[in-house]
């Protein structure tokens, strides 16, 4: 810390008393002093913390573009934050974690375009050391047309199919497919051949002569077409077309399954031909048949004059009552004409 001489400086005491030249002239004197000391001191002062500002100044980054060095750290930013924010290590892991933008590679890198696909050299994803655990994409498109699996390539051919890499394998690696296959097959190289039939059905082929055999199983205890339809004819016979099936057979017998004791029932209830024979006899003939007991027969209507029988009722209701007795008529009621003849009376 500066230490400063106090100037001394006179002042008029009592107030009445006016100073002298000399006075005034040391109390300015002693005042430049006291103000060159200051001045000196506060030069010195500015120097030092001049020195200091520019070292404090050069620890700093510059606002245009600053370069930072060591571990520069920052408050991570809210997911989802956008606008000229600094982002942290935490805020990239969060936000890669929901991808919803492409990630496309430089637009300087080294690009080769085949069949109007662009690839581009050195820019990978994942490393053989860190790898992707996997790959989940609708569509995929990888070196243009091919995919390559190690050291294997999987491309598209020129007429539209796959050309498979060599000794590629069908199932286990023990079956794999001859690079000269499509050599050796040929449209006329296979063929088939029907054996007779066996005990059981079976396909061979012969190596040499390109030929499948195949033997069907005997179907000797196996029912065939014609066989089923033969024994469904024999069992409708001749019968008619509306009772040729189960359903119109059960449909006649009135979907009874007790037919036949139903029958039985319903005849029991019948008379039986012997009483009906022996009823039969017991009844007068019809051409003059001599009845016995008291015959009965409807009564005709009154005036009827037909063949029909005549009741004791039709005959009493039609002049019934009338005495003839040879004397004198007792009563006579409802009497119609009557001419009797009977010896001049």
Known sequence: MSTYTTP???????????????Q??????????????????????????????????????????????????????????TGPIVVTADFVDTRLG???????????????????ITTYSGI??????????????????????????????????????????LNTSVGSQDNIIPTNLAEKIELISLSAVTAPEGDATSLSYDNTTGVFTFTPGSLTNYATTQYVTNAINDL????????DTLNELAAALGDDSNFAASVNNTLATKASIAYVDNEIASLSTLHSPNFT?????PTAPANTNTTQVATTAFVLANGGGLNIDGGTAITVRNTSTIALNGGGA
């Open 8 to 22: 001394i400086l006179v002042l008029r005491v009592p107030t009445n008393t006016p100073l002298t030249n000399q």
């Open 24 to 81: 005034v002239d040391d109390n300015f004197s002693n005042l430049l002093t006291g103000i060159g000391e200051v001045n000196a001191d506060l030069i010195s002062g500015l120097s030092v913390a001049s020195a200091d500002l520019v070292y404090g100044l050069s620890l700093k980054a510059d606002i245009d573009s600053p370069s930072f060095t060591g571990l520069v750290q920052a408050p991570t930013p809210l997911n989802g934050a």
């Open 98 to 116: 929901n991808l919803n933008n492409s990630l496309l590679p430089e637009i300087d890198a080294v690009s080769n375009t085949v069949d109007g």
């Open 124 to 165: 990978d994803i994942g490393s053989p050391t860190k790898r992707f655990a996997n790959l989940y994409v609708e569509s995929g498109n990888f070196a243009a047309n091919t995919i390559t699996l190690g050291t294997a390539s999987i491309s598209a051919s020129d007429e539209g199919g796959v050309v498979l890499p």
């Open 236 to 243: 409708v016979a001749a019968a008619p077309e509306s009772l």
């Open 293 to 297: 007991g008291i015959p009965t027969a």
